[in-house]
């Protein structure tokens, strides 16, 4: 079955440089990979996803890559805050059932603290 | 996106008890989920709740301890049910937003057992 794997060291950065979070996946290339932040205490907050046939996405300071041959994705935050600091969560859609049913698969997520 | 709120956002509760989690959405949405969340493990799905039929289970979790209910469109519940220090997790209700299978996601349960 598809597993994900994720730094699960955390992550320090300075104010104003570039985070950028690792999601490796072990099997199949999946359809669409999807990115989620969490902050302690709450739910998943989706952030954006990126389709197998796209390379790159974007929105705002926040940019994701995938790279299907290397079976990893790439989730990038330019210009860092502080207010960014939180988990960040990686996503694979899995099908099952010949294609019938779905769900999400999840990474264990990576912490990112950007300091001031 | 979808606003989802839940009830309660933690609890504590003894040994052998249950517990009924309330899950509540502002849209009408067909099929709605429940994760559970242990720490330093990753977002596990417990079942999928679709309304009028009964909730699709996941490996390793089962009816008799997790007993699910769909009546409308808008709203779920999940009981933890004869709850040992095991339980103790983070409980998160989530319906599909979009066609990419994107998730939106309640604030979550607290669930504490001593």
């Known amino acids: 079955s598809q597993k994900i794997e994720q730094n699960s060291e955390a992550l320090n950065i300075q104010e104003g440089k570039t985070a950028t979070l690792t999601c490796n996946y072990t099997?199949?290339?999946?359809?669409?990979l999807q990115w989620y932040r969490q902050d302690p205490g709450r739910g998943p907050v989706f952030l954006l996803l990126?389709?197998?046939n796209e390379k790159e996405k974007r929105k705002e300071r926040l940019k994701v890559t995938f790279d299907t041959t290397l079976k990893q994705s790439l989730f990038h935050i330019t210009a860092s805050q502080p207010a960014d600091s939180a988990t960040y969560l990686c996503?694979?859609?899995?099908?099952?059932?010949?294609?019938?049913?779905?769900?999400?698969?999840w990474g264990l997520g990576t912490s990112l603290a950007v300091n001031p | 996106s979808a606003v989802i709120s839940q009830k309660p956002s933690r609890d504590i509760c003894q040994r052998g008890t249950s517990l009924t989690i309330q899950c509540q959405v502002d849209?009408?949405?067909?099929?709605m989920f429940w994760y559970r969340q242990q720490p330093g493990q990753s977002l596990t799905l417990i079942a999928t709740?679709?309304?009028?039929?009964?909730?699709?289970?996941e490996s390793g979790f089962v009816i008799d301890k997790f007993p699910i209910s769909r009546p409308n469109l808008t709203f779920s519940t999940l009981t933890v049910s004869n709850m040992s220090p095991e339980d103790s997790s983070i409980y998160l209700c989530?319906?599909?937003?979009?066609?990419?299978?994107?998730?939106?996601f309640g604030p979550g349960t607290r669930l504490t057992v001593t």
């Open positions: 849209s009408q949405v067909t099929m």
């Open positions: 709740a679709n309304q009028g039929s009964e909730a699709t289970y």
């Open positions: 996503a694979l859609v899995q099908t099952y059932n010949a294609g019938n049913n779905r769900k999400l698969i």
């Open positions: 990126i389709r197998e």
């Open positions: 099997n199949y290339s999946p359809a669409y």
């Open positions: 989530s319906v599909v937003g979009g066609a990419s299978y994107e998730q939106y």
